[in-house]
């Protein structure tokens, strides 16, 4: 939505994209980049934002089009890069604290909640939760890396 001149705009074409994602996500295929996919049909929506705005002076052009698409691309792999990573990260935590990471982030389980169940303050879980987060930026930090110092 970078390409637009202005926010009304960027949230018409986010609004009609969303609805397009929503009318063909039958035709998304599980296995796939889903991230791609979604860039995919907001570009068309912006390509049919465009052919109606094009009697607009303020227009951009293609050459401007191209290059943050460029730069839309190269977010949207960093993007899976780290996901990616992520993923990896979390099958190399220890049972108990993958399963603290899921009931916090994926769950959305207050800290009071969890730390009754686990008979802990609150402040023992946040710590522990604060040291598992550090873990998996580092996790992530060094696989990113890797990747690099490979590519």
Same mark, same amino acid.
């Given at each position: 939505?970078? #390409?637009?001149?202005?926010?009304? !705009?960027?949230?018409?074409?986010?609004?009609?994209?969303?609805?397009? =994602?929503?009318?063909?996500?039958?035709?998304?295929?599980?296995?796939?980049?889903?991230?791609?996919?979604?860039?995919?049909?907001?570009?068309?929506?912006?390509?049919?934002? #465009?052919?109606?705005?094009?009697?607009?002076?303020?227009?951009?052009?293609?050459?401007?089009?191209?290059? =943050?698409?460029?730069?839309?691309?190269?977010?949207?792999?960093?993007?899976?890069?780290?996901?990616?990573?992520? #993923?990896?990260?979390?099958t190399?935590?220890?049972?108990?604290?993958?399963?603290?990471? !899921? !009931?916090?982030?994926?769950?959305?389980?207050?800290?009071?909640d969890?730390?009754?169940?686990? !008979?802990?303050?609150?402040?023992? =879980?946040?710590?522990?939760?604060?040291?598992?987060?550090?873990?998996?930026?580092?996790?992530?930090?060094?696989?990113?890396q890797?990747?690099?110092?490979?590519?």
């Amino acid at each position: 939505m970078k #390409r637009l001149a202005n926010h009304e !705009q960027a949230a018409e074409v986010l609004q009609k994209t969303n609805l397009a =994602i929503c009318e063909n996500a039958a035709r998304y295929t599980p296995d796939s980049n889903f991230s791609a996919w979604a860039f995919t049909v907001a570009r068309f929506q912006l390509l049919a934002w #465009r052919t109606t705005a094009s009697r607009n002076r303020l227009v951009f052009t293609d050459s401007l089009h191209e290059t =943050i698409d460029n730069a839309s691309d190269a977010t949207a792999t960093a993007h899976d890069d780290h996901v990616l990573a992520l #993923r990896d990260c979390l099958t190399k935590l220890k049972h108990d604290d993958l399963r603290l990471i !899921q !009931q916090r982030y994926r769950d959305a389980t207050a800290l009071a909640d969890l730390a009754k169940a686990l !008979q802990k303050s609150v402040d023992a =879980i946040g710590m522990r939760l604060s040291r598992l987060r550090r873990q998996l930026a580092d996790c992530i930090r060094n696989k990113l890396q890797a990747q690099l110092a490979e590519d």
